[in-house]
């Protein structure tokens, strides 16, 4: 097939997105939107200007002024900010006021890759390839605990495993939006894989929609 290829990718939390889709750019020399960050930068923004996480109001107002360069990465990969952006996901005002910015990003020249929840499904819905990413809850949960405990925050296994689940719930739970698997995603459990054996399914999937 023809024309720009934009790769989704899509899954919960933990589930290895955002280290494959960083990949997948670098292979494909495309740039790379980590559309989670938006929602945490959001979510931020709401708790710096002293409103309550769940005040839709003032989310939505948010949304369609804040800067996104006031942000530094690493302050945005903590596990209550995390918790934060998922509720701020969940709101109407919020997913709305972030699709133009996705889909501009999406429509390069050259192509991107982009990592979410709803890539697929609602922001880049022709896009030519789509990942979804998948492990089990407790796969996920290790890998969190061991990056967490890697930026010095301590939290034991059991309780990030209880987040995880928490944030499945609500991301799949949600009416806007909902976390799932696009009908035409490709499936791609990585439990039992390591990071190079992820990487190498992922570029076989990609390159077959490519040729196909
Ligand atoms: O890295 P991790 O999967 O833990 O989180 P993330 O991708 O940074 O996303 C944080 C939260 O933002 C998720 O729990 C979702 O609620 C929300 N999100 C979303 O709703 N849609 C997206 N495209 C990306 C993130
Ligand atoms: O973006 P998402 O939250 O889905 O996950 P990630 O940040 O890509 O991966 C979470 C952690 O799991 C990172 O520390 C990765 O290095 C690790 N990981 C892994 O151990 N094995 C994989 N197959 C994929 C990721």
Redesign the pocket.
């Known amino acids: 097939s023809k024309g720009r290829l934009v790769i989704a990718v899509d ?1 919960p ?8 889709a960083r990949r997948l750019a670098a292979h494909y020399a495309m740039p790379y939107l980590d559309t ?1 960050l938006l929602y945490r930068m959001v979510a931020r923004a709401v708790l710096e200007a002293g409103h309550d996480i769940r005040d839709a109001e003032a989310a939505g107002a948010i949304v369609s002024t804040f800067d996104e360069s006031a942000f530094a990465e690493d302050s945005l990969r903590g596990r209550e900010i995390g918790e934060a952006a998922s509720v701020v996901a969940a709101m109407p005002a919020v997913r709305s006021g972030l699709i133009a910015r996705q889909r501009r990003f999406a429509a390069q020249s050259g192509g991107a890759v982009l ?1 979410g929840r709803d890539i697929g499904t609602v922001i880049c819905p022709q896009a030519r390839a789509k990942l979804f ?1 998948t492990a089990t809850p407790e796969v996920r949960a290790a ?2 605990h ?2 967490l405990a890697g930026r010095g925050e301590a939290a034991t296994f059991e309780g990030i495993l209880a987040d995880i689940r928490r944030r499945d719930a609500r991301d799949s739970g949600r009416s806007d939006a909902p976390l799932k698997a696009a009908d035409d995603a490709v499936i791609l459990d ?1 439990s039992a ?3 190079e054996e ?1 990487v190498a399914k992922a570029i076989a999937i990609v390159d077959a929609r490519r040729a196909g």
């Open positions: 899954g939390a933990a589930s290895g997105k955002g280290t494959l989670g990592d990413v890998r969190r061991k990056e990585t894989l390591t990071i992820a």
